[in-house]
């Protein structure tokens, strides 16, 4: 089974794969690109929102997630838009539309990110086939597990980042190389340092469901109205 990591970056979105015959990293910079991915591998770990609700401002495994990485890590849970905001083409009225279906506004974080969402679902909710092999995750929530169950730094700090990357390096000796060779080859405007640790423990965790149990959170998982799981994964 061919697996992959993918995190979004300023230019489009990271792709990392731990598989042992073919370790790669790619820059995916279109939907073109992020889509003849997603066809491409048996299994893909993306940080991103799936599926999205219709009313309710909060998804149920976004509050799941909330409590199980701990308050100091809470906010890099982000809400998503609800789906009628999604095509909106402005964050003034994407607000609008949040407020009027449960009285509360969309952060400017998800805001950010809605247009990578919105790409992601378009994806999925023409070919819903692929959303049984592109599952949502949380790389913090990952770095949690490999962990032991903390993480004591906080990755927009350089500790932060070495010490993720250690953890990933204890299972994918080539993972100093890759952060190396794409930290030479773009900008830090471009591709993150959190960029690229991301992508990376998405990508080991994918290539951990080869042999483990694959568990979402929540346990019994719901699905939006086209059809797209609202949970995240892990093993």
């Known amino acids: 089974m061919r697996t992959a990591g993918i995190d979004g970056c300023k230019l489009g979105w990271l792709l990392i794969s731990f598989d042992d015959d073919q370790q790669k990293y790619e820059v995916l910079r279109t939907k073109e690109d992020l889509e003849q991915a997603f066809n491409t591998y048996d299994r893909i770990f993306i940080d991103i929102p799936i599926g999205l609700e219709d009313e309710e401002y909060t998804r149920e495994c976004d509050a799941l997630m909330r409590k199980a990485i701990g308050s100091d890590y809470s906010s890099s849970v982000f809400t998503p838009p609800i789906r009628p905001a999604l095509a909106a083409p402005s964050y003034v009225e994407a607000n609008m539309i949040s407020y009027e279906y449960t009285e509360?506004?969309?952060?400017?974080?998800a805001w950010n990110i809605t247009p990578k969402i919105q790409m992601v679902d378009d994806i999925l909710s023409a070919h819903t086939e692929l959303s049984e092999k592109v599952l949502e995750s949380h790389p913090e929530y990952l770095?949690?597990?490999?962990n032991g169950g903390l993480i004591f730094q906080k990755k927009n700090l350089k500790k932060g980042i070495k010490h993720r990357l250690e953890l990933i390096k204890e299972e994918e000796g080539i993972a100093d190389d890759f952060f190396r060779d794409i930290k030479e080859e773009y900008r830090r405007n471009e591709i993150a340092e959190d960029d690229i640790v991301d992508s990376m423990v998405l990508a080991l965790f994918a290539k951990r469901s080869n042999s483990k149990e694959l568990k979402t959170m929540p346990k019994e998982v719901q699905v939006d109205a086209n059809g797209l799981?609202?949970?995240?994964?892990?093993?």
Do not use: E, G
């Open 143 to 146: 770095f949690q597990i490999l």
């Open 104 to 109: 509360k506004k969309l952060s400017l974080q």
């Open 229 to 235: 799981p609202k949970a995240y994964h892990y093993v």
